[in-house]
């Protein structure tokens, strides 16, 4: 039994030694972390500051908003457009009537 007491001291002590070492590295990690954490903290305030009143979501609904508006316009000009195209269809299509008419009355007054 005298020759277990060292043994166990040693392995006490290495034990110990283990969990120094392991609360070093949980030391060293946390501090790693900690910088990068504060590293992406500025970047994203960076980012932020690139919106109008550090508001991403405000800068989307905009943007949103000039699309829909531009989406609205290009519709109406299409609309527009195409009526145009089937009115003027149409005044083609009834001056050539008047004009056959006109000729047909020339016609038939022969």
Avoid: C
Wanted: hydrophobic residues 40%; neutral net charge.
């Amino acid at each position: 039994m005298s020759d277990d007491a060292p043994i166990g001291r040693r392995g006490e002590d290495a034990l110990m030694d283990a969990i120094r070492n392991l609360q070093g590295s949980f030391d060293h990690r946390h501090e790693e972390n900690t910088s990068t954490l504060s590293a992406l903290e500025k970047k994203v305030d960076r980012v932020l500051k690139g919106f109008p009143d550090g508001d991403p979501d405000g800068h989307r609904r905009f943007h949103e908003a000039m699309i829909r508006k531009a989406e609205a316009k290009e519709k109406f000009w299409n609309d527009m457009r195409g009526k145009l195209v089937e009115r003027g269809i149409w005044a083609v299509i009834g001056l050539v009537l008047i004009a056959l008419g006109i000729a047909a009355k020339d016609w038939l007054r022969r």
